[in-house]
């Protein structure tokens, strides 16, 4: 079924792109062609982490990079297939109190929608159920899964760390790829890597013009699943194109109103909400999400793995919760924001637990903050009526100035 989906998504977003060029279209189709290359008879696939593994690393080898996680959780829960395939997981005993993302990965798994991995590897951030959810996939498939564990601290001692754990999980890599690293290969992803991080560094200033030109709900989920292409061309041109899009939006004037611009932290709902809709309703906008942010510097393309390492350890949901909220009152002042809103799904730690610092962060500044309590991927516990309400009273404290 999730071959078919992909097979889909492929066509339909090639008919639209026939009709006419788009950044998203353009992103769907990437995204819907390269989880579409691990079925392929003689693939090697990979299963990673895709938002948190250095992808740099994948984009060295003659390998199909695959993530059961956001197959599941992002695309098939993005359908009315999410819930049953969650329930695939939850009938073998798989509780409810389990992250979604990883149910519907697991669901996928035992319904077969996925192509067998060569190798699993995952990271210890952004997610502690990720890493649990691969060790029962790997049982499953017979195969041991790889950690890349990420220290909370920046120093010598964790760059070698780090940056020795990288090197071994290239190795295997190439064994499972039947070819040795290319050293200049790995250079030009990095250099790659580093071109689209200049060509983001271009997109977010974009994002600060009001009204902003970019809708906020594309720009959180991009800012996530677009790490796939990390290393690649692909992330270039989607960049590229991007950029382009929002520098003719912002020339023609053809710009939602605005009354209020928001920070967004953390993730989105997948499944179909009101969410986005309650906030175009009331002219609010999403002018920055965390996750599109750049919090490190250029990779050292003469040294790519410590400068994978770096990237790696400079990651925001490492280490200390401050780490997210670094230099907040810049970008309140260069974004005009009005206000904060951090989307909580249950079982994650990154927003559940830190919910307290980053509210006292943002009131700190003089912005008003929202929670909202609103499962990632399983629509069963979503209330519309709730969340209208929840999300109405918080915008009445952006009006009232507060």
Same mark, same amino acid.
């Given at each position: 079924?999730?071959?078919?989906?992909?097979?889909?998504?492929?066509?339909?977003?090639?008919?639209?792109?026939?009709?006419?060029?788009?950044?998203?279209?353009?992103?769907?189709?990437?995204?819907?062609?390269?989880?579409?290359?691990?079925?392929?008879?003689?693939?090697?696939?990979?299963?990673?982490s895709l938002y948190?593994?250095?992808?740099?690393?994948?984009a060295a080898f003659?390998?199909?990079?695959?993530? /059961?996680?956001?197959? +599941? &959780?992002?695309?098939?829960?993005?359908?009315?297939?999410?819930?049953?395939?969650? %329930?695939?997981?939850?009938?073998?005993?798989? *509780?409810?109190?389990?992250?979604?993302?990883?149910?519907?990965?697991?669901?996928?798994?035992?319904?077969?929608?996925?192509?067998?991995?060569?190798?699993?590897?995952?990271?210890?951030?952004?997610?502690?159920?990720?890493?649990?959810?691969?060790?029962?996939? &790997?049982?499953?498939?017979?195969?041991?899964?790889?950690?890349?564990?990420?220290?909370?601290?920046?120093?010598?001692?964790?760059?070698?760390?780090?940056?020795?754990?990288?090197?071994?999980?290239?190795?295997?890599?190439?064994?499972?790829?039947?070819?040795?690293?290319?050293?200049?290969?790995?250079?030009?992803?990095?250099?790659?890597?580093?071109?689209?991080?200049?060509?983001?560094?271009?997109?977010?200033?974009?994002?600060?013009?009001?009204?902003?030109?970019?809708? &906020?709900?594309v720009q959180c989920?991009?800012?996530?699943?677009?790490?796939?292409?990390? &290393?690649?061309?692909?992330?270039?041109?989607?960049?590229?194109?991007? #950029?382009?899009?929002?520098?003719?939006?912002?020339?023609?004037?053809? #710009?939602?109103?605005?009354?209020?611009?928001?920070?967004?932290?953390?993730?989105?709902?997948?499944?179909?909400?009101?969410?986005?809709?309650?906030?175009?309703?009331?002219?609010?906008?999403?002018?920055? %999400?965390?996750?599109?942010?750049? /919090? +490190?510097?250029?990779?050292?393309?003469?040294?790519?793995?410590?400068?994978?390492?770096?990237?790696?350890?400079?990651?925001?949901?490492?280490?200390?919760?401050?780490?997210?909220?670094?230099?907040?009152?810049?970008?309140?002042?260069?974004?005009?924001?009005?206000?904060?809103?951090?989307?909580?799904?249950?079982?994650?730690?990154? *927003?559940?637990?830190?919910?307290?610092?980053?509210?006292?962060?943002?009131?700190?500044?003089?912005?008003?903050?929202?929670?909202?309590?609103?499962?990632?991927?399983?629509?069963?516990?979503?209330?519309?009526?709730?969340?209208?309400?929840?999300?109405?009273? /918080?915008?009445? #404290?952006?009006?009232?100035?507060?």
């Open positions: 079924m999730f071959k078919e989906m992909l097979t889909v998504m492929s066509e339909q977003t090639a008919q639209s792109l026939a009709e006419r060029v788009s950044f998203r279209a353009s992103w769907y189709k990437e995204w819907a062609d390269l989880f579409l290359k691990a079925y392929a008879p003689d693939a090697k696939v990979v299963y990673t948190a593994f250095p992808m740099e690393i994948l003659d390998v199909a990079p695959f993530d /059961f996680e956001i197959a +599941g &959780g992002s695309l098939i829960s993005s359908t009315e297939w999410g819930v049953p395939t969650m %329930c695939a997981a939850e009938n073998r005993g798989f *509780s409810r109190d389990i992250c979604s993302f990883h149910r519907a990965g697991l669901g996928g798994y035992y319904l077969n929608y996925f192509p067998r991995p060569h190798l699993i590897i995952t990271t210890s951030h952004y997610c502690d159920g990720k890493a649990k959810a691969n060790d029962i996939l &790997g049982s499953l498939y017979g195969i041991e899964p790889l950690l890349l564990y990420v220290p909370a601290t920046i120093n010598k001692d964790s760059i070698g760390y780090v940056e020795h754990q990288l090197r071994a999980i290239a190795a295997r890599i190439g064994e499972v790829a039947g070819q040795a690293l290319d050293e200049d290969r790995l250079k030009e992803a990095v250099r790659s890597s580093n071109r689209a991080r200049r060509s983001q560094m271009e997109i977010l200033e974009l994002l600060k013009h009001a009204p902003n030109p970019w809708d &906020g709900q989920g991009y800012s996530i699943n677009g790490q796939l292409f990390a &290393g690649s061309p692909v992330m270039e041109r989607l960049h590229e194109a991007l #950029l382009q899009e929002l520098q003719a939006r912002i020339h023609t004037g053809k #710009l939602r109103p605005e009354r209020h611009r928001l920070y967004w932290f953390a993730w989105l709902p997948t499944y179909p909400s009101n969410l986005f809709e309650i906030l175009k309703e009331h002219q609010v906008g999403v002018s920055l %999400c965390e996750t599109f942010r750049v /919090f +490190g510097d250029e990779i050292d393309e003469d040294n790519p793995f410590e400068g994978l390492a770096l990237k790696c350890l400079t990651n925001p949901f490492v280490g200390a919760t401050d780490r997210r909220t670094k230099g907040l009152e810049n970008l309140k002042e260069e974004y005009r924001l009005d206000g904060a809103l951090l989307f909580a799904t249950p079982c994650c730690r990154q *927003s559940k637990a830190a919910y307290r610092l980053l509210k006292e962060k943002v009131n700190e500044i003089g912005m008003p903050f929202a929670i909202m309590d609103m499962d990632i991927a399983d629509s069963r516990g979503y209330s519309p009526e709730q969340t209208r309400t929840r999300l109405e009273a /918080f915008i009445e #404290l952006l009006d009232a100035g507060m």
